[in-house]
Structures are given as structure tokens and as C-alpha cells.
């Protein structure tokens, strides 16, 4: 089983900034795509942002403009700025990573807090 590692959330103010941090703890697999979701209680888990293996990018709507997601793909480690944070932000936040044949497996980090304060 492959396991994520995260880092990074925390406790803002509404308009400051964070960066989220996970790296896969197996260097030898091939990484397909890395993605952010988060998941406020009673809600589905919902996408934040996801990344290609040659770094093609997806944004939800809500956060186009203001977060940025980035890898580093040798190192399998994804990454997550956010600027401009709104209360709205508030939730956990997941990494997920895909691998295996043509990304059929999946992988999740246990998730990190980000609060975001009015």
C-alpha cells in the first residue's frame, strides 16, 4: 500500500496564505496524476486541484485564480499554494496520488486541518 505523507495546514487568517505539502513515502513507483480534495463535515469529498505526470493542471472553480498546484516528479511530492484564503476554505484537505497500470490505483494522505479565519 502506498502511503502519503502531508504537511502544511494550519490556522489563517482570511486573505493570508498556505502551502500544502505530501510526498509519497515509496520512491521506486511510477506516479501517475497527484491531486488535492477536501471535505467538510457532512459533505462529500470534493476536488481541489489535480496535476499530470507532465504537469497538466485542473482547478475546481472555486479556487482558480487563487490556489496553485505544483510537483516535484521525481521526488513524487505534490504541492498546494494557496493565497487569497476565504472562510470558505475552511476543511480537510486530501492528497491523492494514482498509480499502477494507466493510474487505476489510488492512494490517499490522512488528511490535514486548514482553517481559515473571518
Known amino acids: 500500500q502506498v502511503q502519503l505523507v502531508e504537511s502544511g495546514g494550519g490556522l489563517v487568517q482570511a486573505g493570508g496564505s498556505l502551502r500544502l505539502s505530501c510526498a509519497v513515502a515509496?520512491?521506486?513507483?511510477?506516479?501517475?496524476?497527484m491531486g488535492w480534495y477536501r471535505q467538510v463535515p457532512g459533505k462529500s469529498r470534493e476536488l481541489v486541484a489535480t496535476?499530470?505526470?507532465?504537469?497538466?493542471?485542473n482547478y475546481a472553480d472555486p479556487v482558480k485564480g487563487r490556489f496553485t498546484i505544483s510537483r516535484d516528479t521525481r521526488k513524487n511530492s505534490v504541492f498546494l499554494q494557496m493565497n487569497n484564503l476565504e472562510p470558505e476554505d475552511t476543511a480537510i484537505y486530501y492528497c491523492?496520488?494514482?498509480?499502477?497500470?494507466?493510474?487505476?490505483?489510488?492512494?490517499w494522505g490522512p488528511g490535514t486541518q486548514v482553517t481559515v479565519s473571518s
Open positions: 496535476i499530470t505526470r507532465e504537469s497538466a493542471t
Open positions: 515509496e520512491t521506486m513507483i511510477t506516479i501517475k496524476d
Open positions: 491523492n496520488a494514482r498509480y499502477g497500470a494507466g493510474g487505476s490505483l489510488s492512494a
